[in-house]
């Protein structure tokens, strides 16, 4: 077992969360265990190993993460975590704040609210809003709608006229109608892409007004309750807020890192305030890849989802644009679809594949813990893997030498630098844990090409040798001219 403060430090021996491979339940529907299909399982082992070293060399309190196909949860894990302090490992159910993912959730009502009959997506917000008035110094520039809202089009500054992002004093929902019509829009509606928290605020304030309840009730009951999201909220109470990740601070130099207070955001909630875990918002993203009518467990029905998902404001540089309430990028031929979200250390990114049915949820305790690498590298590995095994018949497993299994293992040099010998795809493979690891989670594999015996050709030609003693255990490899040695447990 590496030791802590090894460049490999595989985590096992601090983290008690562990691959839950084999205990996380499958959604409705679910059939075929594609974990276990052995080029899945490999490209998850790759996965894994690269995860533990960024989340050491990055100095990561904790992180979740989920990967979902179709209607079923492939592979969850926790690294590091919730509670540093304490000890707490993350765990694929550790709570999180999502911050702006919440809007996700708030434009899913608002279309359960519009295929109802309720609500149409091009009626002005003043016919719901009587209140919403806001100073407008663009001539002839036309009501704002809803759609406009969705889309982040509608020319509104991105904040209510409060400091909260300063103070963490949230308005209530009489403060943010008060101070509305003192604000002047930053645009003409339907001219420019402008983000807006103000926005989504109000769109919270129309599922308010045309449902009857409030806000976080309606979401939880038509939304995250139809979904078996039950570690979620809108308004988390005491139990919830208890499983929360403690919220860390950006680091200081000195390797430090201050803790958040938590703080409801009150009449912004529908933009920021929810709570929830990878589990729930793979429930979440499978509920995307849907198609078909809405249901007591499918709270949109497909043609709505795909709705969502498709672009009504393309971006000035044409690589994508804005669905209602989704972020579209476009890359290599396919649309990207998700959310990201930031709020008082807490960072959380769901990317979805619709043309693939594939699904990545990460979300970190940090303020500086960008999960958009991890959501990006999950993809490239895995989403390969999971096609293959979905598209192509299942091939059959490769021979291998019984020898091979004596090999397997960690070792080192003589200057600390560790090596793993592991068998993927049917290879013997060579992992070097480089410091800093790579960005790419599949660089760093050596295929070892069996020759003779115990030795072996590696892809530039040299040969690694293991060296064995009379109980054929490897005693060291030879790499070249070059020495690696076990390494002690």
Known sequence: MAEEGSPKMRWKSIVVSALLLMSIPLLVGAEVKLREQPEVADALEVLDMWIEQQVVHRNLPGLSIAIVFDQEIVWAKGYGYSDVEQKIPATPSTVYRIGSVTKLFTSTAILQLRDQGKLRLDDPVSLYLPWFRIRNPFPDAPEITIRQLLTHTSGLPREAAFPYWTDHVFPTRDALAEAVP???AVGAPETTYHYSNLGMSLLGEVVAEVSGRPWAEYVQEKILQPLGMVSSSAAPGADLLQRRATPYMLRTPDGARGIFDYYDTGAIGPAANMVSTVEDLARFASLQFYDGPAGEDRVLKGS??????????????????????FLVSHRDGKNFVGHGGWIGGNRTNLRLVPSEKIAVVVAINADDGSPYPFTSQAYEVVGPALLKATREPAAPKPEMDP??????????DPWGWEYEVLILGG????YGYNYPPSDNASSGFTRLTPIEGSTFRMPDNELVTFELDENGKVERIKKRSDYLFPKEE
């Open 182 to 184: 003192g604000q002047d």
């Open 304 to 325: 709505t989802l795909r709705e969502m998902q498709r672009v009504h404001w393309v971006y000035d540089s044409f690589s994508g644009g804005r669905g209602l309430g």
């Open 403 to 412: 020898a091979w299994q004596s090999y397997l293992g960690l070792y080192t």
């Open 427 to 430: 290879e013997l493979v060579m």
